[in-house]
């Protein structure tokens, strides 16, 4: 499922890149993400098609659109499957840039 409510709540069908994109995008995410707020806790999680899984909680990013822990995720690993409108609301964010840790980027990836 996705939907353009929020940032980046997408769900990708394929497997992960082999190699992270670590790119102006990706670091515009990170700082946003770093600065959000956590919201409520659910009492699960999301697993994405990889192998890689979220926390429970969804987070307000400074500009007051939602998204979740795996964001980073998929910008470094799912880039062939984010619209282009998920682009450009990741473009606008304007709280800096800032390099991933591998664990925001993978979130317990699972290679197989």
Do not use: W
């Not at 899984?53 to 400074?62: A, F, K, R």
Request: glycine fraction near 8%.
């Amino acid at each position: 499922m996705i939907t353009n409510e929020g940032i980046l709540y997408i769900e990708p069908k394929g497997n992960a890149a082999i190699a992270p994109i670590i790119d102006e995008l990706t670091c515009r995410m990170t700082a946003a993400l770093r600065l959000g707020i956590p919201g409520v806790r659910y009492k699960g999680f999301h697993i994405c098609a990889c192998g890689a899984t979220s926390d429970n909680t969804d987070y307000t990013l400074p500009n007051g659109e939602k998204t979740n822990s795996l964001c980073i995720h998929y910008l470094a690993f799912h880039r062939a499957e984010i619209p282009e409108s998920q682009f450009k609301k990741v473009a606008a964010l304007e709280c800096g840039e800032e390099i991933p840790t591998e664990r925001e980027i993978s979130i317990a990836l699972v290679r197989i």
